[in-house]
C-alpha cells in the first residue's frame, strides 16, 4: 500500500524546465516498487515518460522525453523527480505519479495500481 502525492507543476514557456515531484507514502518499509511518470492530454492516451527501478539502478525513458526529461529519487524523503527541460507546447498534460509493488517496471498504465492526483502542465509557445 503506498500513497503518491505529485507537486511541481505549472505554466511555463517554450524552451523552460519545471521539476515535478512524487512523495510516496508507505505502511510497509520492506515492499519495493518500481516508480513511474506517465502523461495524459485530453483525447489522447495515457503514455509512459519515464520508469526508475527499486534503488535506481535502472531507468527508462519515452520518446517523447528522451534527452530533455530526467527521472530521479530521493530514498531518504521517499520521493522521485521528473526533471524536464527544453519544453515544448506538445508537453502540456496532466502528469501522474505511478507505482507498482514489482522491481520490474513496464510502460503500461494498466500494470500499476498506485496513483497520484496528477498535477497539470502547461507550456506556451
Known amino acids: 500500500q503506498v500513497q503518491l502525492a505529485e507537486s511541481g507543476g505549472g505554466s511555463v514557456q517554450a524552451g523552460g524546465s519545471l521539476r515535478l515531484s512524487c512523495a510516496a507514502s508507505?505502511?510497509?518499509?520492506?515492499?519495493?516498487?518500481?516508480m513511474a511518470w506517465f502523461r495524459q492530454a485530453p483525447g489522447k492516451e495515457r503514455e509512459a515518460v519515464a520508469t526508475?527501478?527499486?534503488?535506481?539502478?535502472?531507468?527508462y525513458y519515452g520518446d517523447s522525453g528522451k534527452g530533455r526529461f530526467i527521472i530521479s529519487e530521493d530514498n531518504g524523503k521517499n520521493t522521485v523527480y521528473l526533471q524536464m527541460n527544453s519544453l515544448k507546447p506538445e508537453d502540456t498534460a496532466v502528469y501522474y505519479c505511478?507505482?507498482?509493488?514489482?522491481?520490474?517496471?513496464?510502460?503500461?498504465?494498466?500494470?500499476?495500481?498506485?496513483w497520484g492526483q496528477g498535477t497539470q502542465v502547461t507550456v506556451s509557445s
Open positions: 508507505r505502511d510497509t518499509a520492506s515492499t519495493t516498487y518500481c
Open positions: 526508475i527501478n527499486p534503488g535506481g539502478g535502472t531507468t
Open positions: 505511478a507505482a507498482r509493488s514489482e522491481y520490474w517496471c513496464n510502460g503500461v498504465a494498466g500494470g500499476y495500481a498506485y
